[in-house]
């Protein structure tokens, strides 16, 4: 079964827009990450936080962490046509890695 | 730093047939997993290896999949007999152990037709 929850599945943004793409969860976690899939490529990954960890930034990208309502959000700066793609969150639960649906961001030129 | 390889990256078969999957984790990584990752949807883990011992292998239909991890390095996921939902891209993957990042191979494309 998958353990995390992306919300919305699809979002249509234009370039230079912000992209906001959340992820809830089930049960308690280790740490949580964010890849990226390009159509018909693997995944890549972009930032992991640790459950006592509230904020993580990485260039462009920002992800929170809220342990009580058990959710997680990646933020998208100033986003460009080549940010286009699948967004998946990842939740460690301490056996394995378990991923959600993903979110499909399209970023209109 | 090579990456996750995997092979081949394409296959086609017919159902009932069987096909099998190799993978060559970044060397030196401990865990090792394969994921199932129908289109649209997100990945699905069938089992996951550290080392050569199985951690996880709750979600592989046992009756039809089987993978192993010869010396703790490469592996090989196999399907027999195959049958249409099993058209999927699978993918390999690879962290130095179970904390950490993990890397994922560009996957191999299953259609069962």
């Known amino acids: 079964s998958q353990q995390g929850e992306e919300d919305p599945q699809a979002l249509s943004i234009q370039e230079g827009e912000n992209a906001t793409m959340n992820c809830s969860y089930k049960t308690s976690i280790n740490n949580l990450q964010w890849y990226r899939q390009n159509s018909g490529r693997g995944l890549v990954h972009l930032i992991l936080?640790?459950?006592?960890?509230r904020e993580k930034h990485s260039g462009r990208l920002r992800v929170t962490l809220d342990t009580s309502k058990k959710s997680s959000s990646l933020l998208i700066t100033a986003s460009r046509a080549a940010d286009t793609a699948s967004y998946f969150c990842?939740?460690?639960?301490?056996?394995?890695?378990?991923f959600g649906a993903g979110t499909r961001l399209t970023v209109k030129p | 730093e090579a990456g996750v390889a995997q092979s081949p990256r394409y296959k086609i078969i017919e159902k009932r047939q069987s096909v099998a999957f190799w993978c060559n984790p970044i060397s030196g990584h401990a865990t090792l997993y394969w994921y199932q990752q129908i289109l649209g949807q997100g990945p699905k883990l069938l089992i996951q290896?550290?080392?050569?011992?199985?951690?996880?292998d709750s979600q592989l239909p046992k009756d039809r999949f089987s993978a192993e991890r010869l010396k703790g390095v490469d592996s090989t996921l196999k399907i027999q007999p195959a049958k249409l939902e099993d058209s999927a891209v699978y993918l390999c993957?690879?962290?130095?152990?179970?904390?950490?990042?993990?890397?994922f191979g560009e996957g191999s494309w299953l259609t069962v037709v």
């Open positions: 290896f550290q080392n050569n011992g199985v951690v996880d």
């Open positions: 990842a939740t460690d639960a301490g056996n394995d890695m378990r």
């Open positions: 993957a690879s962290s130095p152990d179970r904390v950490h990042t993990i890397y």
């Open positions: 936080i640790r459950s006592n960890e």
